[in-house]
């Protein structure tokens, strides 16, 4: 499972990375820091994924499997 963001939707809200910031990291100024390619998530943190996802208010991250 991979989690992937947006960026022309990311708000810098910074919900997701009070879920997990290791699982969501930011920039300096609160945007999304995750990686074009996108980032996977460990092996049972498929639970904080979800929730960092839906917290987001832009709708600018999904999850693929």
């Known amino acids: 499972m991979k989690v992937r963001v947006d960026r022309e939707r990311?708000?810098?809200h910074?919900?997701?990375n009070?879920?997990?910031d290791e699982l969501?990291?930011?920039d300096d100024?609160?945007?999304s820091a995750i990686e074009n390619g996108g980032k996977e998530v460990p092996a049972g943190d498929e639970d904080v994924a979800?929730?960092?996802v839906y917290n987001c208010p832009a709708?600018?991250?999904v999850l693929e499997n």
């Open 10 to 12: 990311c708000e810098g």
């Open 14 to 16: 910074g919900q997701c």
């Open 18 to 20: 009070l879920v997990s």
């Open 24 to 26: 969501f990291p930011v």
């Open 29 to 31: 100024e609160g945007y």
């Open 50 to 52: 979800e929730e960092g």
């Open 59 to 61: 709708r600018a991250l």
